[in-house]
């Protein structure tokens, strides 16, 4: 009976009924004086409007994150699509609908990218670092594999910290026998790995496990800060020798590598330095990944406010 | 038999016998052959640049920042005082010298300035903010009322942090008032006592005081940052409430202002709006100070470093 | 028969009856052919939009900024509120209502604010900037005490200029103590009071007194200009000193601080660069001030457009 | 007798008598105890430093900007060329040398020039921007036709700003004809011979007439605000109408374009926009000429401070 | 029949039946579920949407930048005005209308301007530059004459190139005349006519001419390299002497003036800089003129975003 | 009989014997009227400023680039090093000396580094951009063996240009694997191939082939426009397709990343987003090991111009 067209492909007219995301739920009255819901509904392929008019339940405004099965049609509404919702219900336990096909996830297996991450840290020759970087592994195991790497911009969903960790410390490890001359493997591994773990704190995420706005002290101290004080104090703990914990905390005030860009200081080391590109190009060819997928061979995209430009996609 | 005349009063030709700091000391080979000592002598009016020809001790590189007891006359080179030294020794326990002529200090009655402090912190009505500055305080007592508040710039004497902090708490003070609608007086001056406690960690100094360099975290981490470090170390230890020591941690963590001034994040609630202002003014009003003093009336001084501009003196 | 209810506590589909400002009227033909008012009204805690459908009189579109009773419901459009108007007339001298309750006002007593003023600037010791203040207060008068401080941004209510000024002479005369060294007082309250007098002529304002527009005279010469020009005039008439005058003009041209700000010079003498430092502290505590009485403890406002960013209110 | 060889022209090993001017006079003490006199001589075809050793008069130090009649060699010191001066005296009435061969002027007949100003000015069509323009030619006749356009950068020489002002004034009459849709002649060419009169207040000259410094009023006002306080003061006087005055205040408040240029206002009417191009091209031709002029052909200038960059003078 | 009102002049309310061109055609359905078109209509006084309710042809989505015959109703909507089409159909070759009226024209006799234009080249006494210039007019002899000079911004009309060019020569060989010392005006007015020719390429135009969009091309290589390209393959063809073709080449790079502002790289020398200037100016006076066309004389215009500010047109 | 002691190595006071490169010879006459020569000799190890007093040959001034055999003794002026020569004549052909020692060579073998290069242009699949290449390795054979990179800054040394190419060369190759969901392996390896072959016009070199100073042409045209403007008639000429021929222009036309970085456009693919970060990352890790090479671990370094910044080098 549900045909769960994915939002991505539904076109105007269409007869739509199946499970969706809610969220931005608003019960309204309208100027004619009669009540309506207005909410956004998404799958993992897009997002859209909704609108329930002579609303009558049963949905409330605190329902926002949950799964509802609903019924309706698609129509259009200044120039974009929009769902006009006919019935609309919560689903319950009793209901058979894939979350995976609601909630958008990393196109990576999380276990195999989680061992290759073991692996790599694994690999690290000097035991201060090493120690470290399995010791704060285990203690954030769980948020490490699941957290998005940002609100929207690039890598917003979920394990999208892992792929981009990942990413990046696959071109740590090669970029360090390139440049092995002034870069210390070791270093660059244990800060490309620990660079967003102050996004743990710096997040606050839905019940599904999506990126919904900054906490207060993400907003007031960042995730720069908040990252390189964990540092500090598990240095002390584990007692690593002052000047690898300052350069650990280094490598994470300065990964932004401009203070315009959000960098507590500038980086002043090789391997901060190094990070530093490596972080930029790891979030751009995301960026470019996810807008190229939305555009013609041979055109342009629309602009990318992650980039500041439109970018072409060749034939 | 000593005439210790004043660096700032010295004229060419003048012969000079007396107790001066040394600094920068380089023993060379004149390209006639011959060694000779190079080195910057300095009271607490000035500093000049000073020769030993045909130099055969007996001071060596390493007595940097010493007093030494000197006899020579000043002549001229390349358009400014040189002191060509006839005679140097270091200065012995014997001698008798005021160190006080020799180290420039803040212009401030130390213990008065140190009980005021404790005043103004004693009158805060929050427990939290209170307690915490208080054990700050006793925690840093010496080094706060000792450290300069900067290499050059503004304050590099003696006590320039402490007289710079008093001088920011007055203005606090008298500010909380001023908006109360929005300032918490206790938030303010908390941030305000504690926002350059980094500097403690961020300077290299000279046995006698004088800051010589920045350390190496210094550099790497900065003092913004090793400032909120203990600030959340301490609020641990304290169990002073989250929301109070996050407000802390902002307010040390913004206080340049803007991030291409230095600032990890911009000040984003009122207090560390304002404290990030207070510093300004205060750190501009000493440098207009330290400018206008050497500046005749109803003349401009010459450029300014810290300001990046000439300033005037009105009649 | 009246409610009369305030504009910042009206509901979605609530019955209205009152006296409110009228703004922005547009008489127009609906695409369904038929004529309809649009309109803001506004009291002195918020502003609507309103409409009235069928429309056939009796207000015509220069009727701007004048009081009416209406009578509506509050509907909902685009997600705000809306009055849709049932009936509406221009007040005339019989009706009684308040019209305080319409044009915000400045929460200060206006004859205590201006006696504090006469009273500070009576304290001056200098006869020549005295005696130019008091002239130039006498002069003003009406406008100074009734004048806002700006259109919108901060201090954009009735005697907003009287109470911006005021709180600066406040801070002036305190810092002008702690500064002694520096500062003159005497020339720092004078080019305090004056320094916003030009906005006289950049205003326009409404017959009710608020702001409505800039002046073309103060679009293409600017308020500092206008300001330094009626300084240097008086100046002639009251044989005041060149150099008092020029001090005085300078005070008034850069006390915008930077000319990306629109200094027209940059301060260059201790008093233009506490001005400077003086209005950007009482005019950012003052956003802070009309932002976070709209922000509930513990979060963050919307993004302020005079501050460039979101702030946060503390608990 | 005298040889007066053009310093441009100098050789190392060179015997130089002639007249000079003379500055930077400073009477000086060397190490070895022997006085000297250090200064810089100049004539207008460039400028070296000079030394009289074992200096025993008759020149003092406050003979600054006078001409010298000398006896010396040319040396070389520091990469560069120093005279070293065996006699040395002031010159006197009954010396015979030509002040124009001292002090660069203007590559203009003074006289022409003039004229054609005042032609120009004539064939104005609005009474009242003529009759304004010839009012203030007349008062200013005397230091319009000798000052200097500046200090350094460009035009640095007698009569460089009516050489300046006529190349503008040639300039605007043509534009003002090709883009006579939306240019005033009349409001352009007034703007334009009145752009740089604040000049006059905004520069220091020696006796001779060459800008050595700027006053303080210069720096504190800006000559931009000064020519528009005296363009403002003299329409009052003359009656013209508001509309005019404004407009020529604003041309004058706006030449410089952009407020990092130094912009009181930016050009906000099209013949204030015209107006700062004009100088803007003015200047930088001229920069280009006494750039070029010293250029081989087919090679690169040095880096000139005005443009900010190197510049090449093609075959 | 007809009666063809120009765009500029429709009042809300009128009937209006005549030819227009049509773009941005968009057939989709309403939320109440029938059909309706969108698009906007133009002439050569302006732009205006339009909608046909209830639509069922005969225009499809691929007619863009045809002209249409329609008759409806000017009603409006969100502030503007919007046609309500109530019959439309394709203009055929039996239908009697003028192009010109509806497609924007640059308001000169492209004629003489051409002429004129040849006229300034065949002046050029420099035997290289003559003919390399006559050879690419001859060239591209279709394209010049015909090519708007901007999508927007400024002279974004038919003949927009040639109005533009022939301005800018006509400025250019009066200030070759004017800084005849530093400037060749051969090689300015060889740059001057080729600076823009590179548009050739970088626009995409409509059947009728218009930009409508930029090509790829035109985004990736960008107009100053395509046309220094053909220069240089043009220079080598004709054997121009290589200093000759590389200066040619450096002041198309170089005539946006700054590389923020698109300069591929700076003007280093005389004709360049001056060129860059003299297309700026020739934009800007542009810009003013199509600005203030619109506004009415003593007030200001809306912010005009070629300019970034709004603009007054005095009385 | 040679010591041959290495530049880096020498200490005041030596004596010196060998062979060294000279360069910047000036003969001039000092102030006590002896001719002397000035002039700079160097090694692969340092630079160092050298006087011959009482110069009466046998080298002119312009011999500038060659190998001299040299005695003298190290002496110190101005705080540096200062080669006091006795003896000097040029090397001839019967003379046995190390040019290698004299002329900094990139650190590796040309022969396996051209290889490599080869092989890797060699493995791409696109024939089109594959045969492009290798011509232009053909072609240019021996100036991309044998370039710096740069005049100074880093890579200025002999090889210079095929070690960041091959380095860069490596990271593509790599990086190219890591995003194969965006990067066409084979677009970028031909863009960094090609990215500064451009340098080969921009440079002017000395005989042996270091960077003395820029071309003209490499002034005004810039190393990316010629690179581009190869490539387009290459393309030509090969008949390579229109958009692999723009892709490859883009390329070279955006990797310096962005205008103010010298960019004629910003890269708009991701190609040319990730080659100017690999670039700007194997620059920048050169300018790193340089610089750290002289840098005491645990320590800064001084300012380094390329960076903008001093550098620490950890323990």
């Given at each position: 009976m549900e045909n769960n067209i994915r939002i991505a492909e539904m076109q105007i007219g269409q007869a739509v009924q199946g499970f969706y995301l809610v969220n931005d739920i608003r019960i309204r009255v309208s100027s004619a004086g009669s009540p309506y819901l207005s909410a956004?509904?998404?799958?993992?392929?897009?997002?859209?409007?909704?609108?329930?008019?002579?609303?009558?339940?049963?949905?409330?405004?605190?329902?926002?994150?949950?799964?509802?099965?609903?019924?309706?049609?698609?129509?259009?509404?200044?120039?974009?699509?929009?769902?006009?919702?006919?019935?609309?219900?919560?689903?319950?336990?009793?209901?058979?609908?894939?979350?995976?096909?609601?909630?958008?996830?990393?196109?990576?297996?999380?276990?195999?990218?989680?061992?290759?991450?073991?692996?790599?840290?694994?690999?690290?020759?000097?035991?201060?670092?090493?120690?470290?970087?399995?010791?704060?592994?285990?203690?954030?195991?769980?948020?490490?594999?699941?957290?998005?790497?940002?609100?929207?911009?690039?890598?917003?969903?979920?394990?999208?910290?892992?792929?981009?960790?990942?990413?990046?410390?696959?071109?740590?490890?090669?970029?360090?026998?390139?440049?092995?001359?002034?870069?210390?493997?070791?270093?660059?591994?244990?800060?490309?790995?620990?660079?967003d773990f102050g996004k743990e704190k710096e997040f606050l995420c839905s019940e599904l496990g999506l990126v919904t706005d900054y906490s207060v002290p993400g907003k007031l101290l960042g995730h720069l800060y908040m990252g390189a004080v964990e540092v500090a104090e598990m240095a002390n703990e584990l007692k690593m020798p002052e000047e690898k914990s300052m350069l650990l905390q280094h490598l994470l005030l300065s990964h932004h590598g401009q203070p315009e860009y959000g960098a507590a200081v500038e980086p002043q080391c090789a391997e901060s330095e190094l990070l530093s590109l490596i972080d930029l190009m790891d979030s751009r060819m995301e960026i470019y990944a996810e807008t190229l997928a939305d555009t013609q061979p041979g055109s342009f995209s629309g602009k990318n406010f992650g980039l500041g430009k439109a970018v072409y996609r060749h034939k």
């Open positions: 956004r509904i998404s799958d993992n392929t897009g997002v859209m409007d909704a609108k329930v008019w002579n609303y009558s339940g049963p949905i409330s405004e605190n329902e926002n994150g949950k799964v509802v099965l609903l019924q309706g049609e698609v129509t259009e509404f200044n120039r974009t699509h929009q769902m006009k919702i006919e019935r609309i219900r919560l689903a319950t336990e009793e209901d058979h609908y894939n979350l995976e096909d609601l909630i958008p996830v990393a196109p990576i297996d999380r276990q195999d990218a989680l061992s290759e991450v073991f692996e790599i840290i694994g690999s690290m020759e000097d035991d201060d670092y090493r120690v470290f970087c399995q010791t704060m592994l285990n203690r954030h195991h769980s948020a490490f594999q699941s957290l998005p790497a940002a609100k929207s911009v690039h890598h917003a969903f979920l394990s999208g910290l892992l792929m981009h960790t990942l990413n990046m410390l696959r071109a740590a490890n090669f970029l360090a026998g390139l440049y092995s001359e002034v870069i210390s493997r070791d270093l660059l591994l244990a800060g490309t790995l620990l660079h």
